[in-house]
Nanobody, 125 residues
Framework: QVQLVESGGDLVQAGGSLRLSCKVS????????TGWFRQAPGKEREEVCCIKWSGSSTVYADSVKGRFTISRDLAKNTLYLQMNSLKPEDTAMYYC??????????????????WGQGTQVTVSS
């Protein structure tokens, strides 16, 4: 049984930092592309970033480039999202996901069959 469990969401002031974690079981993060998506109230889910199973490539949405960093701990089978210089528009529920496909140009939610339950990030102005 595959499980992805996010943690680390919190209320933070603009300009602050947070690190999200996603503990994965039932599959190995170095066998799948893993990534982060987010969804704000009243908005569609959007891609944030992902990392190829090999760790050799990453993709970031333009809105988070230079501020967010995706990483993994293979020993812990855990995915991370380091978020710096947070903005109010980063407020959303953040979801980690895993899937068998990697594209160097775009992330598609349909390529990720495995999802976590989400962790809330709120950035105050």
């Amino acid at each position: 049984q595959v499980q992805l469990v996010e943690s680390g969401g919190d209320l933070v002031q603009a300009g602050g930092s947070l690190r999200l974690s996603c503990k994965v079981s039932g599959l190995y993060v170095n066998d799948y592309t893993t990534g982060w998506f987010r969804q704000a109230p009243g908005k569609e889910r959007e891609e944030v970033c992902c990392i190829k199973w090999s760790g050799s490539s990453t993709v970031y949405a333009d809105s988070v480039k230079g501020r967010f960093t995706i990483s993994r701990d293979l020993a812990k089978n855990t995915l991370y999202l380091q978020m710096n210089s947070l903005k109010p528009e980063d407020t959303a529920m953040y979801y980690c996901a895993a899937g068998p496909v990697f594209s160097s140009s775009e992330m598609y939610a349909r390529d990720y069959p495995y999802w976590g339950q989400g962790t809330q990030v709120t950035v105050s102005s």
